[in-house]
């Protein structure tokens, strides 16, 4: 290697961001997708304490209701489109190019215009708390949401309609590079599940978002000119809004959970020593949620009384199945295998015995005549909870502490992670657990507050204290982080002993990412590269990964 | 150690200082809403609370069932998961790779199969109640339609001729007769609400521009309550009414009640005596009085006039502490959109009040009292 004479300090330091912010790199713009990400969550999840602080004891003493009515749609707002979904394509634009072997994305500017795209709108969301807020939700229902007088609404729509934007263009960049730029040998059904869960996400990004920005843009036109397209009086019709806004919201949760779904196949395999289980299987169970996420929208309005019910319980009920699948085949790759738990690991098995509520709760949802009972109730809030945070965000922090090494070179402290996890466990279910029961008990949501004779007290003030648990674990992430980056950079290109194409170069990997491909015959050409001879590999093939010391 | 077990002992004052300034809190927090029926359908538990109608009583049947399928699914998995993890551990230095078994193609029809099985049962069996629960009879005993506003109820029997809008607290009250059928009809005057009443098991949306209808059988005397379950803007969490299922005897004699009161109700008189005095207050729209503020003399009778200019919404005047009991005094009838309505309200001592339109809390000003 030739070595070149640095620039002087001064200038270089100036260049770094100039760098950054010009950077066409997958990497790069990963990294800044998972930052901002960041700190949208930070926000989203300072909104979630300060209603569970005001849901702590009836009565209003901390907000008023003015307030407090858009805090929980912005909370949603921020969690959903600022955090998750930018997140997993951070994730899936710094690990999708570099796990099927390819240099960049199929559209490195495309790439860095998204990014840059998805934080104007981001922006322009948050700019609408200075601008009398948004309380309208996050559905956004018509004609409340026509008729707000607050502009911040409109910010919010403008903002939405960004992100919208920048979902569409990522998605094509990912449809692209899955399907132009994998590494010769790599066919389809030797991609990792992660890229097939990107690959599946990335369709429904497409077919859906132009639906929900289309009705963006009505929303906006029936505020600001009198559309009237969800305005009764005015010939429209508020139920439209809503067939449109769940064509897009249903796909959406897909969207937030594929990924997830992606990540935790990668890593359970890994620290099974074993391939996954039924990876066929698993594709189709992917394809068919993706094709059945179109086919269910309408379950989130059973109760406004204009839909066709039995239709939708029935598909609702179905897409049950493919979940089902993949359950039963992550525990089959355990099944026999030699499992280690490290942070990533934990994750993966915290997401599987926690997301399974989620999963279960959401059934009791397809039976229209309880969902009568419950529906805008906190069992619903309860269990897109389950799915979204012991779900996408489980998985995030698992795929986030498992791609750290990769991405800086350092591993994160094993032992601050798995503290943090168990208070994350614990924190999520004093969440969110007792949700089911004031549900149950008839407590509706996106109330400022609640009767003192409810019998709801102690149950809401469990699940607020379960709320700062769960921010005690996020701020003992991001110090982990912050001890991690001061230490030395020792993890090495393969510090789990994995199976794919990201950990057959360095950490981090050069531009352009490799020097050579090792041949891809399987979903895990390194693990046939390190047991090349068998799939039953001696003792002195494993130590060939680089934690084990030096080569024999 | 010692210092360590100092170090939990100051903690544990520290966490005896935070309970008793929660306590406080919560003392000192008055919650004023929906307390005498709060929306709640019993004690939050597991299993579904009281339920009073017959369609509510089939629709939380299906509960147990279900529960205990998903009951025994949580089991089995997070019992495999837990066995997974204790039995298959890695041991210390062991580096040979355990069995690369790639999948089992019986394996996967069976674990299809058997959730498919199970879905299909529960689709036939929950669509066979949503049939009996959405079932329309001919031929109702009593009808109430009922209008959704920002942010307020009004009950309406049309055969009756009785008509109550909810102001206050509590909301309007709907009284109907037990083990007969009850139709409802919702209407909306401008956003999306809904009709909630967790002790009837159900919901249904009040949406503008179409009417929605579900009818019930309540089964049990009692005074339910109820309140608007989908978020309909600034005071979405004020909108509560009470249902009162009474015997079939007590309701013709509540109707009678009824009729003769909105018969004899006389005009408000125009003045309230020569040592009253008059206010003047008027509204154009939800969002604030014309009056910020007012002033009155202490100590002797108010009479407030009341302009309802907005064209949309019904309003009126209320306000706080304005009993001698320290209770809100409520302006009733409330004025219906472009009506004029004139209150009687109590003297009042020196100070300052605040008041407020009880259908919209957000509407405030504040009166002097000298």
Redesign the interface.
């Known amino acids: 290697m030739a070595s070149t004479p640095l620039p002087p300090a001064q200038s270089y330091r100036r260049a770094a961001v100039y760098d950054w912010i010009t950077t066409v790199d997958h990497k790069k713009i990963g990294i800044m997708y998972v930052v901002s990400s960041f700190v949208f969550f930070l926000i989203g999840g300072l909104l979630a304490l300060v209603i569970r602080t005001e849901l702590?004891?009836?009565?209003?003493?901390f907000v008023s209701?003015?307030t407090y009515?858009s805090i929980f749609g912005l909370h949603a707002i921020n969690m959903i489109f600022l955090f998750v979904m930018p997140m997993l394509t951070g994730l899936g634009n710094y690990i999708v190019p570099l796990q099927v072997g390819a240099a960049d994305m199929a559209f490195p500017r495309v790439n860095a215009l998204s990014f840059w795209v998805f934080i104007t709108g981001g922006l322009l969301i948050e700019s609408s708390f200075l601008f009398g807020g948004a309380?309208v939700?996050w559905t956004m229902?018509a004609?409340?949401s026509t008729?707000?007088?607050e502009t911040g609404v409109n910010l919010l729509v403008l903002g939405l309609i960004m992100t919208g934007i920048s979902s569409i263009l990522g998605a094509i960049n990912f449809l692209v590079t899955l399907f132009r730029l994998r590494a010769p040998g790599m066919g389809l059904l030797r991609m990792p599940m992660f890229c097939w869960t990107q690959l599946v996400t990335s369709v429904l990004l497409l077919f859906s978002i132009p639906v929900v920005t289309a009705g963006l843009i009505m929303i906006f036109i029936d505020r600001n000119y009198g559309g009237g397209f969800f305005e009764?009086?005015l010939g429209?019709?508020?139920?439209l809004w809503q067939h449109v806004f769940w064509f897009f919201g249903h796909p959406e949760v897909y969207i937030l959970i594929l990924p997830a779904f992606g990540i935790v196949s990668e890593i359970i395999p890994v620290f099974?020593?074993?391939?996954l289980?039924?990876?066929?299987?698993f594709v189709i169970a992917t394809a068919s949620i993706g094709a059945l996420g179109f086919t269910v929208w309408a379950h989130h309005m059973f109760?406004?009384?204009?839909v066709y019910?039995?239709f939708f319980?029935?598909f609702t009920?179905?897409i049950?199945?493919p979940t089902?699948?993949k359950?039963?085949?992550w525990?089959?790759t355990?099944?026999?295998?030699?499992?280690?738990?490290d942070t990533p690991m934990l994750y993966a098995?915290g997401f599987?015995?926690l997301f399974?509520?989620g999963g279960?709760?959401g059934?009791?949802l397809?039976?229209?005549?309880?969902d009568?009972?419950v529906?805008?109730?906190y069992w619903v809030v309860s269990h897109i909870h389950y799915v979204l945070v012991a779900g996408s965000l489980f998985a995030i922090l698992a795929a986030l502490f498992y791609w750290f090494p990769k991405m800086s070179g350092r591993k994160l402290d094993e032992r601050l992670g798995k503290a943090q996890f168990w208070l994350l466990f614990v924190g999520t279910n004093v969440t969110f657990f007792?949700q089911?029961?004031?549900g149950?008990?008839?407590?509706?949501?996106?109330?400022?507050?609640?009767?003192?004779?409810?019998?709801?007290?102690e149950?809401n003030?469990t699940s607020s204290v379960g709320a700062f648990m769960i921010a005690g674990a996020v701020l003992m992430f991001m110090w982990n982080v912050f001890a991690t980056m001061r230490g030395p950079a020792d993890a090495g290109d393969d510090p789990w002993d994995a199976n794919t194409l990201e950990w057959a170069t360095t950490s981090p990997p050069p531009v352009y990412n490799f020097d050579h491909l090792p041949p891809v015959r399987s979903e895990r050409p390194l693990f046939d590269l390190k047991?090349r001879d068998d799939?039953?590999?001696p003792?002195a093939a494993?130590?060939l990964s680089v934690t084990e010391g030096p080569v024999q | 150690m010692r210092v360590f077990n100092a170090a939990r002992a100051a903690n544990r004052h520290l966490s005896l200082i935070g309970l008793a300034l929660f306590a406080t809190l919560l003392l000192a927090a008055c919650a004023t809403r929906g307390d005498d029926y709060p929306t709640s359908a019993g004690s939050p538990a597991f299993l579904p609370g009281k339920v009073v109608t017959q369609q509510g009583r089939e629709a939380a049947d299906l509960y147990l069932p279900i529960f205990i399928i998903a009951v025994v699914v949580f089991v089995l998995i997070e019992g495999i998961l837990l066995f997974v993890a204790l039995r298959f551990r890695r041991k210390r230095g062991d580096d040979t790779l355990p069995g690369q078994r790639h999948g089992n193609n019986v394996l996967e029809l069976l674990w299809t199969g058997i959730p498919a099985v199970i879905v299909g049962v529960l689709f036939v069996v929950s669509t066979g109640v949503l049939l009996k629960v959405d079932a329309i009879a001919p031929n109702p005993a009593v009808t109430v339609d009922v209008t959704g506003f920002q942010w307020q109820w009004t009950f309406d029997y049309k055969d009756q001729g009785l008509s109550f809008t909810g102001a206050g607290k509590d909301g309007p009250e709907m009284v109907v007769p037990v083990d007969e059928t009850i139709h409802i009809r919702l209407h909306s005057v401008d956003v999306i609400h809904s009709f909630y009443v967790p002790q009837f098991f159900r919901k249904l949306d009040v949406v503008p521009g179409r009417i929605n209808e579900f009818q019930v059988n309540v089964e049990q005397e009692g005074t339910f309550g109820g309140q608007c379950a989908e978020f309909c803007g600034l005071a979405h969490a004020d909108m509560y009414f009470t249902v009162r299922a009474v015997d079939r005897a007590t309701f013709d004699q509540w109707v009678t009640d009824e009729q003769l009161k909105a018969a004899a109700t006389p005009q408000p008189a125009p003045s309230g005596g020569p040592t009253a005095a008059k206010l003047q207050v008027s509204a154009v729209n939800k969002l604030a009085f014309e009056q910020a503020t007012l002033r009155a003399p202490a100590d002797v009778p108010l009479t407030i006039e009341f302009q309802n200019l907005d064209p949309v919404n019904p309003h009126n005047v209320s306000i706080k502490a304005g009993q001698p009991d320290g209770k809100d005094w409520i302006g009733l009838p409330i004025a219906k959109a472009g009506q004029v309505a004139v209150y009687q309200a109590p003297a009042l001592p020196a100070g300052e009040y605040g008041y407020y339109c009880s259908v919209h809390p957000n509407m405030t000003g504040t009166l002097t009292v000298q």
């Open positions: 702590a004891a009836p009565g209003l003493q209701e003015a009515n309380p939700g229902y004609p409340l008729q707000a007088p009764p009086s429209g019709n508020p139920i099974s020593r074993k391939p289980f039924g990876y066929r299987a109760t406004t009384g204009a019910l039995p319980s029935f009920f179905l049950a199945v089902g699948i359950f039963f085949n525990l089959a355990m099944w026999g295998g030699k499992l280690t738990f098995c599987i015995a399974l509520i279960l709760d059934a009791f397809a039976v229209v005549p309880f009568f009972m529906q805008d109730t007792p089911h029961m004031l149950l008990d008839g407590m509706i949501r996106r109330i400022a507050d609640y009767s003192a004779n409810a019998g709801w007290t149950l003030f047991h799939g039953h590999a003792v494993i130590s």
